[in-house]
């Protein structure tokens, strides 16, 4: 069974890093787009970043210049390097990947989320 694994997640203060990873597990031969969103306590759930399979960027303007989405198709992850950290960006973060195994058309999947605190 596929599933998307996070990890990463916890507090930390303002202007503080973190780093979120995200692995896909069961068996897969195309990974294609990979995403985080991230949701905060009564907002919709909004894209923060994606990666191409051939490594092309974009992310949500306010965190242009403090994230970076990076991936590794050989290991099946994609991770979040959070840095400059504000207030504001504390949510959940969930991983977003469109993969396709051997039995299916390529199918959107989600993680379960994980929990990013920024507070002094």
């Known amino acids: 069974q596929v599933q998307l694994m996070e990890s990463g997640g916890g507090r930390v203060q303002p202007g503080g890093s973190l780093r979120l990873s995200c692995v896909v597990s069961?068996?897969?031969?195309?990974?294609?787009?990979m995403s985080w969103y991230r949701q905060a306590p009564g907002k919709e759930r909004e894209l923060v970043a994606y990666?191409?399979?051939?490594?092309?960027?974009d992310y949500e303007y306010s965190v242009k210049g403090r994230f970076i989405i990076s991936r590794d198709n050989a290991k099946k992850t994609v991770s979040l390097e959070m840095n400059s950290l504000k207030p504001q960006d504390t949510a959940v973060y969930y991983c977003?990947?469109?993969?396709?195994?051997?039995?299916?058309?390529?199918?959107?999947?989600w993680g379960q989320g994980t929990q990013v605190t920024v507070s002094s």
């Open positions: 990666i191409t399979r051939g490594g092309s960027t």
């Open positions: 069961g068996t897969v031969f195309n990974i294609d787009l």
């Open positions: 977003n990947a469109d993969l396709q195994d051997y039995t299916s058309p390529i199918t959107n999947y």
